[in-house]
C-alpha cells in the first residue's frame, strides 16, 4: 500500500482506557519524531450499557457508507461534539476535505468506528491498533495488531509482540532523578520485583511471598544489590502482611512499594536504575514496558486459581498440543503462556529458575547489562513512514 507524503498531521482518538492511549501516544511521539508530523488530539464521547452496544452495532453500516452515512452515524453516537472539535482543529491548520493531510488513529473497539467515520467525512487516512470489533481490520489503511491477537496476514497489517509503549528515555531519566532524590539507593546495586495480584486467572499468596520472595532477597544480599518491590495489584491483607514482614527483618536492603497504599507509583524509575528487572507472569504489557526501556525480563511463574475455568484452559492446551484445536481457541492464563514463551524464545526473557541455576556459568551470555532493541511503536511507525510515497 502506498501512503500519500503529503500527510502533514497525526488526529489521535483518545477513549480513555490506559493501554489505548498508550498505544496511541507511543506511535505517535515516532509519527512525529520520523516524518515530522503535527499530532493533534481528541476525546471520543463516553457511551456505557445499551447505547455503547447499540453504537457499536450499528457502526457495521459504516464499511460500506458514505459521508452522509458517516454524519448520520456520528449523530446518532454522541459525536457532534467530537465533529465540532475535529472540525475546529482542522480550520486553524486550514485542512480541508479531501487534502489527504491527515492520519487518524485509534486504538481498540470503542474508538474504531468514529475513526472511520470521521475520515470518510474528510477524507483523511485511517490506522486502527488492536482488532476493532465488530468492524475488523478490513476497512482500515493501516491495522497495527498485536501477535496475541493472531492478526491475518494482509498487505494493510503489521504484526507487533504484545501492546505498543510510550516510554523513552526522558521519561525514565526523569522518574530515576525523582526517585534518587526521595529513596537514595542503600547498595551498590539495584535489583527490581514488580508483582502484579490477585485476579480471576493468577494468585499471589503468602506461601508464594515466602518461597520466591525470601529467596530472590537472600540472592540479591549475596550480590550487595538493594531489592526494590513494587505490588501494583490487590494482594490480601496476609499476603500484603508477609511481604512487609521480609522487607521488616531482611538482613539485606529491602524496600517494597504498594499501589493500593501509596500514591506514587516508582515503575519508570525503576526501569532505569535497575540491573535485573523481575517480574510475575500476569504482567505482560509491564514485560513489553521493560523491553522497550531497554531491559531484559526474568518471569517468575505464580500459583494460579483452581476451577472449572482452569481446568477446561488446561484442556484445550491439551487439544491444542494434539493439533486438533487451534492457538487461536486458548484463552485466560494458557493464551498468555503462549506469548510469554515467544518472549522467551526471542531471547527477551527468562525463566526465574532458568536464571537461578545458570546464572554464574561461564557460559551464560543472558545478562540484564545487555540492553535490548525492542520498541514497537518506533518499529509500526517505521513500517507507515515506509509506505510513504510521492504519487498522488
Given at each position: 500500500?502506498?501512503?500519500?507524503?503529503?500527510?502533514?498531521?497525526?488526529?489521535?482518538?483518545?477513549?480513555?482506557d490506559k493501554i489505548h492511549d498508550?498505544?496511541?501516544?507511543?506511535?505517535?511521539?515516532?509519527?512525529?519524531?520520523?516524518?515530522g508530523m503535527e499530532i493533534l488530539e481528541t476525546k471520543i464521547p463516553k457511551l456505557s450499557g445499551v447505547q455503547k452496544t447499540k453504537v457499536q452495532n450499528a457502526s457495521r453500516n459504516l464499511m460500506f457508507a458514505n459521508r452522509r452515512d458517516a454524519r448520520e452515524w456520528l449523530a446518532a453516537s454522541n459525536g457532534d461534539?467530537?465533529?465540532?472539535?475535529?472540525?475546529?482543529?482542522?480550520?486553524?491548520?486550514?485542512?480541508?476535505?479531501?487534502?489527504?493531510?491527515?492520519?487518524?488513529?485509534s486504538s481498540g473497539s470503542s474508538s474504531a468506528p468514529y475513526n472511520l467515520a470521521l475520515g470518510l467525512i474528510w477524507r483523511?487516512?485511517?490506522?486502527?491498533?488492536?482488532?476493532?470489533?465488530?468492524?475488523g481490520t478490513e476497512p482500515f489503511d493501516f491495522a497495527i495488531i498485536p501477535d496475541n491477537e493472531f492478526p491475518e496476514r494482509k498487505t494493510n497489517i503489521f504484526t507487533i509482540t504484545g501492546n505498543m509503549s510510550d516510554i523513552d528515555n526522558s521519561k525514565i531519566e526523569s522518574a530515576k532523578e525523582r526517585y534518587l532524590t526521595e529513596y537514595p539507593p542503600k547498595a551498590e546495586k539495584v535489583w527490581s520485583l514488580i508483582i502484579g495480584?490477585?485476579?480471576?486467572?493468577?494468585?499471589?499468596t503468602s506461601e508464594w511471598i515466602k518461597r520466591k520472595i525470601v529467596h530472590l532477597s537472600l540472592i540479591a544480599e549475596q550480590e550487595k544489590a538493594e531489592l526494590l518491590i513494587l505490588v501494583l495489584g490487590h494482594l490480601e491483607p496476609e499476603a500484603v502482611k508477609t511481604i512487609k514482614a521480609i522487607e521488616y527483618h531482611a538482613t539485606g536492603s529491602v524496600k517494597v512499594f504498594i499501589k493500593e497504599e501509596n500514591s506514587y507509583d516508582p515503575r519508570i524509575a525503576l526501569y532505569g536504575l535497575s540491573q535485573q528487572?523481575?517480574?510475575?507472569?500476569?504482567?505482560?504489557?509491564?514485560?513489553?514496558?521493560?523491553?522497550?526501556?531497554?531491559?531484559?525480563?526474568?518471569?517468575?511463574?505464580?500459583?494460579?486459581?483452581?476451577?472449572?475455568?482452569?481446568?477446561?484452559?488446561?484442556?484445550?492446551?491439551?487439544?491444542?498440543?494434539?493439533?486438533?484445536?487451534?492457538?487461536?481457541?486458548?484463552?485466560?492464563?494458557?493464551?498468555?503462556?503462549?506469548?510469554?514463551?515467544?518472549?522467551?524464545?526471542?531471547?527477551?526473557?527468562?525463566?526465574?529458575?532458568?536464571?537461578?541455576?545458570?546464572?554464574?556459568?561461564?557460559?551464560?551470555?543472558?545478562?540484564?547489562?545487555?540492553?535490548?532493541?525492542?520498541?514497537?511503536?518506533?518499529?509500526?511507525?517505521?513500517?507507515?513512514?515506509?509506505?510513504?510515497?510521492?504519487?498522488?
Amino acid at each position: 500500500m502506498l501512503f500519500n507524503k503529503k500527510v502533514k498531521f497525526v488526529l489521535v482518538l483518545k477513549d480513555g482506557d490506559k493501554i489505548h492511549d498508550s498505544n496511541c501516544d507511543g506511535i505517535s511521539y515516532w509519527l512525529s519524531k520520523l516524518g515530522g508530523m503535527e499530532i493533534l488530539e481528541t476525546k471520543i464521547p463516553k457511551l456505557s450499557g445499551v447505547q455503547k452496544t447499540k453504537v457499536q452495532n450499528a457502526s457495521r453500516n459504516l464499511m460500506f457508507a458514505n459521508r452522509r452515512d458517516a454524519r448520520e452515524w456520528l449523530a446518532a453516537s454522541n459525536g457532534d461534539m467530537l465533529v465540532r472539535h475535529v472540525g475546529q482543529l482542522f480550520a486553524e491548520r486550514n485542512i480541508r476535505e479531501g487534502s489527504e493531510e491527515v492520519l487518524m488513529i485509534s486504538s481498540g473497539s470503542s474508538s474504531a468506528p468514529y475513526n472511520l467515520a470521521l475520515g470518510l467525512i474528510w477524507r483523511c487516512y485511517s490506522t486502527t491498533i488492536n482488532t476493532p470489533e465488530p468492524l475488523g481490520t478490513e476497512p482500515f489503511d493501516f491495522a497495527i495488531i498485536p501477535d496475541n491477537e493472531f492478526p491475518e496476514r494482509k498487505t494493510n497489517i503489521f504484526t507487533i509482540t504484545g501492546n505498543m509503549s510510550d516510554i523513552d528515555n526522558s521519561k525514565i531519566e526523569s522518574a530515576k532523578e525523582r526517585y534518587l532524590t526521595e529513596y537514595p539507593p542503600k547498595a551498590e546495586k539495584v535489583w527490581s520485583l514488580i508483582i502484579g495480584g490477585n485476579n480471576g486467572e493468577y494468585c499471589i499468596t503468602s506461601e508464594w511471598i515466602k518461597r520466591k520472595i525470601v529467596h530472590l532477597s537472600l540472592i540479591a544480599e549475596q550480590e550487595k544489590a538493594e531489592l526494590l518491590i513494587l505490588v501494583l495489584g490487590h494482594l490480601e491483607p496476609e499476603a500484603v502482611k508477609t511481604i512487609k514482614a521480609i522487607e521488616y527483618h531482611a538482613t539485606g536492603s529491602v524496600k517494597v512499594f504498594i499501589k493500593e497504599e501509596n500514591s506514587y507509583d516508582p515503575r519508570i524509575a525503576l526501569y532505569g536504575l535497575s540491573q535485573q528487572i523481575f517480574c510475575t507472569e500476569d504482567q505482560y504489557d509491564t514485560m513489553i514496558e521493560i523491553l522497550t526501556a531497554g531491559k531484559r525480563v526474568i518471569v517468575l511463574r505464580t500459583a494460579y486459581k483452581k476451577g472449572i475455568n482452569s481446568l477446561l484452559q488446561e484442556t484445550a492446551e491439551k487439544l491444542v498440543l494434539t493439533g486438533a484445536l487451534s492457538s487461536r481457541m486458548l484463552w485466560g492464563r494458557k493464551r498468555q503462556d503462549l506469548f510469554i514463551d515467544n518472549l522467551i524464545r526471542k531471547n527477551y526473557v527468562i525463566e526465574f529458575r532458568d536464571w537461578i541455576s545458570t546464572r554464574n556459568q561461564e557460559t551464560f551470555s543472558w545478562t540484564m547489562q545487555d540492553t535490548v532493541n525492542f520498541n514497537e511503536a518506533r518499529r509500526s511507525a517505521k513500517w507507515i513512514m515506509d509506505n510513504f510515497t510521492t504519487e498522488v
